[in-house]
T-cell receptor, first 111, second 113 residues
Framework: DAKTTQPTSMDCAEGRAANLPCNHSTISGNEYVYWYRQIHSQGPQYIIHGLKNNETNEMASLIITEDRKSSTLILPHATLRDTAVYYCIVRTNQAGTALIFGKGTTLSVSS | SQTIHQWPATLVQPVGSPLSLECTVEGTSNPNLYWYRQAAGRGLQLLFYSVGIGQISSEVPQNLSASRPQDRQFILSSKKLLLSDSGFYLC????????????FGSGTRLTVV
């Protein structure tokens, strides 16, 4: 799987948009960009994934650059409960390929 | 709907004792199953994954083993625990058909003393 680079930590004010960047310059054509988050002492939670088009769901939006070498996860209105470690992962969806987590970005949302 | 059960939630075991953690999935068939570990202050480390009964792939050499005796049951074991086996153990599943999102269990916090 291609490696990703994320900032170690970010801060965000409650109610504002949180924009979490991820660099994946060696991504292959068949690799997807996945985002998960882990709230303290819980298992990771799937947020969103995409291949090359921008994606949006009830939790977040995913913006992928045209060259696919970077992406941004957007939480439109961050709340205190969004404080977590956010992982950006690139991988194929082939059978048997596992999800490999990096160090992620610790997002702290404050009031 | 699919659910994943993992138990126990917490466990304190002496060094040298055996370990058995169980994970079961309901509401789906032929899932891909995974065991991860998170040591204190560290990231998530993939330990084992399985694409079918009796099929186990190990990602790192360690004091642990995994088995899949039934389609929706995944067991993590050790014959003799080490202090370094302490951590937060998470089981996860994904659909074999799509292999998209993973769903994680609530985890077992293991402390070896």
């Amino acid at each position: 799987d291609a490696k990703t680079t994320q900032p170690t930590s970010m801060d965000c004010a409650e109610g504002r948009a949180a924009n979490l960047p991820c660099n994946h310059s060696t991504i292959s054509g068949n690799e997807y960009v996945y985002w998960y988050r882990q709230i303290h002492s819980q298992g990771p939670q799937y947020i969103i994934h995409g291949l090359k088009n921008n994606e949006t769901n009830e939790m977040a939006s995913l913006i992928i650059t045209e060259d696919r070498k970077s992406s941004t996860l957007i939480l439109p209105h961050a709340t205190l409960r969004d404080t977590a470690v956010y992982y950006c992962i690139v991988r194929t969806n082939q059978a048997g390929t596992a999800l490999i987590f990096g160090k992620g970005t610790t997002l702290s949302v404050s009031s | 709907s699919q659910t994943i059960h993992q138990w126990p939630a917490t466990l304190v075991q002496p060094v040298g004792s055996p370990l058995s953690l169980e994970c079961t999935v309901e509401g789906t068939s032929n899932p891909n199953l995974y065991w991860y570990r998170q040591a204190a202050g560290r990231g998530l480390q993939l330990l084992f994954y399985s694409v079918g009964i009796g099929q186990i792939s190990s990602e790192v050499p360690q004091n642990l083993s995994a088995s899949r005796p039934q389609d929706r049951q995944f067991i993590l074991s050790s014959k003799k625990l080490l202090l370094s086996d302490s951590g937060f153990y998470l089981c996860a599943w994904s659909s074999r058909r799509s292999n998209y999102g993973y769903t994680f269990g609530s985890g077992t916090r293991l402390t070896v003393v």
